[in-house]
């Protein structure tokens, strides 16, 4: 089945430590995209890509980093410079050929400070 | 700038009883607009959408919305509500396609038997 696959589900971080959210799709979709939701908030845009090797910034990207080096994958780096990066991340991919195709979202990896 | 307003953050209901959850955009042209379902810890399932056409979008698990322009909302409807229903519901808008996504801050729904 096509979809998209996050990984890991739950992740937990030590202060001052990096860490990496995978994000694959078998979808065949140009467009992806990272989110980030936080209970009574809503989901906000971090960064998107829609096409291999580029990539921009969303609402809210500092403290996060990400790359698009095949179509397939978008992972997003938490960096230590994010300072309160408990949340539940979402990472979405978009058929960007038409413009009315909507986004298709991954269940998520739940991000915890130590 | 675009904002998506849900102005009920939680709603209960019994079983059987008609749901409507209110969705209000601001934005000067027809923006695009969704309506997404989540489960608690699961992502995000389209429930429908609405780009241009007939105002009365039908959607998945008998859902429903209208667009009203000249209230600037997207309300989502249902005319008998499952216990599987109960869920937190998001309205989306975008500018000119579905790109970048504007998200309302949710209404959580629980159901009663």
């Known amino acids: 089945d096509g979809g998209i696959t996050q990984s890991p589900k739950y992740l937990f971080r030590k202060e001052g430590q990096n860490v990496t959210l995978s994000c694959e799709q078998n979808l065949n979709h140009d467009a992806m995209y990272w989110y980030r939701q936080d209970p009574g908030q809503g989901l906000r845009l971090i960064y998107y890509?829609?096409?291999?090797?580029?990539?921009q910034k969303g609402d809210i990207a500092e403290g996060y980093s990400v790359s698009r080096e095949k179509k397939e994958s978008f992972p997003l780096t938490v960096t230590s410079a994010q300072k309160n990066p408990t949340a539940f991340y979402l990472c979405?991919?978009?058929?960007?050929?038409?413009?009315?195709?909507?986004?298709?979202f991954g269940d998520g990896t739940r991000l915890s400070i130590l | 700038a675009q904002s998506v307003t849900q102005p009920d953050i939680h709603i209960t209901v019994s079983e059987g009883a008609s749901l409507e959850l209110r969705c209000n955009y601001s934005?000067?042209?027809?923006?695009?607009l969704f309506w997404y379902v989540q489960s608690p810890g699961q992502g995000l399932q389209l429930l429908l959408k609405y780009f241009s056409g007939d105002t009365l979008v039908q959607g998945i698990k008998g859902f429903e919305a209208e667009f009203k322009r000249s209230q600037s909302s997207f309300n989502l409807r249902k005319p008998s509500v499952h216990w599987s229903d109960a869920a937190e519901y998001f309205c989306a808008v975008s500018k000119w396609s579905a790109d970048k996504l504007i998200f309302g801050t949710g209404t959580r729904l629980q159901v009663f038997p």
């Open positions: 890509s829609q096409i291999v090797n580029d990539f």
């Open positions: 979405a991919s978009r058929d960007s050929q038409y413009s009315n195709q909507p986004q298709h």
């Open positions: 934005y000067g042209a027809t923006p695009y």
